[in-house]
């Protein structure tokens, strides 16, 4: 299990670990939980962890901050809700970026997956389960408090108004991290995965600061990593079925 070469901290991050090896350098993620492997994913007790290789050819997350992703991520002690969660790959990770004092509100509507979703969150602290419909985000927003941030890989045609109907109803408020791998094959033959991209972030624009939008070829073909910081905008329509609780952390200059 022991790596002679260093782990250094990714951008200071205390859980986003970098490890130079001869022809790349990989990611890794410091983590709470122990063996096995979830998805055949490497391990190391290196000093500082034990650590799970972050595979980019796995997780559209990794291949996100590899493809150059500037904005924010997932950090230790925050509470984000992730939808599409699947099997848990990308999530256990997002729940090592966390930490054990954080926590990951994990949306997957599909039962199979689901089921190894749950043993996961037998394993991860702070990775909690969560059996729903994104596009019922109050059917499960009892079980969620306000969150620091959103991740959301569902595949799905509406896929940005699923985001910004969870986004508005269980984030904490302005300034909170939205990101979104998009998957424009998803979104319809009549225009471009770029027009489909230009598109989305046409709509976001308005209700996030939008970051720029890394292509995540060619790791996963067709998709983006598109997001940025909510702004007031966001929250304006609707009502909030409690009243938000003000953040815990602050996370820099807002931009809204
Ligand atoms: N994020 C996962 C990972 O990296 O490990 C992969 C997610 S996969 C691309 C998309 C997932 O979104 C599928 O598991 C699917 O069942 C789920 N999904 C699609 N529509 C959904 C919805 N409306 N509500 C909840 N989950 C949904």
């Known amino acids: 299990m022991r790596e002679a070469r260093p782990f250094r901290p990714w951008k200071e991050s205390p859980r986003l670990v970098e490890h130079p090896r001869r022809d790349r350098t990989e990611l890794w993620t410091r983590t709470a939980a122990a063996p096995p492997a979830v998805y055949g994913e490497r391990w190391s007790d290196a000093p500082g962890g034990p650590y799970r290789t972050f595979d980019p050819m796995r997780a559209k997350l990794a291949a996100a901050i590899v493809r150059g992703w500037e904005g924010d991520l997932p950090a230790e002690r925050e ?62 927003s009892a079980l969620v408090p306000p969150a620091d941030g959103l991740y959301a890989d569902i595949a799905q045609p509406d896929q940005i108004a699923i985001v910004l109907s969870n986004a508005r109803l269980l984030l904490r408020g302005a300034g909170a991290p939205v990101l979104i791998a998009l998957k424009t094959a998803s979104m319809g033959r009549d225009a471009s995965a770029p027009e489909h991209l230009r598109r989305a972030e046409g709509e976001l624009e308005p209700v ?27 929250f304006d329509d609707g009502p909030r079925p409690r009243a938000r609780r003000p953040p815990e952390r602050s996370r820099g200059p807002r931009r809204s």
């Open 208 to 234: 996030l600061a939008l970051e720029r939008s890394v292509k995540l070829d060619p790791f996963h073909r067709g998709h983006y990593l598109v997001g940025g910081r909510a702004r007031a905008a966001l």
């Open 79 to 140: 509470r984000w809700l992730y939808l599409g969660a699947a099997s848990g790959t990308t999530a256990s990770h997002v729940a090592d970026l966390v930490g054990p004092d954080g926590a990951v509100y994990a949306v997957e509507r599909s039962l199979r997956p689901f089921a190894r979703l749950l043993a996961l969150g037998e394993r991860w602290p702070g990775l909690l389960p969560v059996l729903g419909d994104a596009r019922e985000p109050r059917s499960y």
